[in-house]
């Protein structure tokens, strides 16, 4: 017998009236309830199919309990916005949200070195996971177009090494997937080792960001101005590679 859970996409809207409106961000749906049936799924796991009103089923106010349902809708999202015949898809991928700097302008400047935000090995196996089920989606899929961003990418460069090697290994390398690679760097950990890693794992395109002269650079990256002429060195260094 199937089991289900609630919907983590349902909004309760009470009324002065013993019936909760229902809205399901996710299937667009909207459903009346009496009070105690809402009781019987809200928040609850493993829930009985004859548990349950027969209408919280059809409008999907719960899922079935092994359903991921963010997973399902990001495919169906790529699905609905690329034609079934694709042969190039994009990921924006962050191994960790953490930074070395501190930029004025970043929408991340409250996350430093503390804030312990580092992609896991359990992350690194669902995000290879959800690309391979996204390549399956689409005829003719030729290559990733893989954006590496954060946070400071290189601050996990064992994340990126084991998502790379894994995209390879479990299906990309097979399928004939090519992998077009790109890091988001402010470049003061890019020194020649991995620069020379990077290089290897087929990432030979960077995006560094450099804000001025060193007192301005200080400034606006919220660090030493002997970091403007280290950056400038690694730039120097990574060209080999």
């Known amino acids: 017998m199937k089991t289900y859970k609630?919907?983590?996409?349902?909004?309760?809207?009470?009324?002065?009236?013993?019936?909760?409106?229902?809205?399901?961000?996710?299937?667009?749906?909207?459903?009346?309830?009496?009070?105690?049936?809402?009781?019987?799924?809200?928040?609850?796991?493993?829930?009985?199919?004859?548990?349950?009103?027969?209408?919280?089923?059809?409008?999907?106010?719960?899922?079935?309990?092994?359903?991921?349902?963010?997973?399902?809708?990001?495919?169906?999202?790529?699905?609905?916005?690329?034609?079934?015949?694709?042969?190039?898809?994009?990921?924006?991928?962050?191994?960790?949200?953490?930074?070395?700097?501190?930029?004025?302008?970043?929408?991340e400047h409250n996350r430093d070195l503390l804030c312990n935000d580092f992609m896991s090995d359990k992350t690194i196996e669902d995000t290879v996971l959800f690309m391979k089920r996204v390549s399956k989606a689409f005829k003719g899929v030729k290559r990733f177009v893989i954006k590496w961003f954060g946070g400071e990418p290189l601050l996990h460069m064992d994340a990126i090494e084991k998502l790379v090697h894994k995209i390879n290994r479990d299906f990309a390398r097979e399928d004939g997937i090519a992998l077009n690679q790109i890091i988001i760097t402010n470049g003061l950990l890019l020194s020649e080792d991995y620069a020379k890693r990077l290089s290897e794992l087929g990432i030979k395109r960077a995006q560094i960001t450099i804000d001025g002269m060193p007192e301005t650079y200080a400034k606006m990256k919220g660090c030493r101005e002997s970091d403007f002429y280290k950056v400038i060195e690694n730039i120097k260094t990574a060209t080999k590679y």
């Open 6 to 107: 609630e919907s983590k996409y349902n909004i309760p809207i009470f009324t002065e009236s013993e019936k909760v409106l229902i809205a399901n961000s996710l299937h667009n749906s909207f459903v009346w309830l009496s009070k105690e049936e809402y009781a019987l799924i809200e928040g609850r796991q493993n829930l009985a199919e004859n548990e349950l009103p027969a209408r919280a089923i059809k409008h999907h106010l719960v899922a079935e309990q092994e359903t991921d349902e963010t997973k399902d809708m990001l495919i169906d999202a790529y699905q609905k916005n690329h034609s079934i015949e694709c042969e190039t898809l994009w990921f924006v991928i962050a191994p960790t949200m953490s930074c070395n700097y501190k930029c004025v302008y970043c929408f």
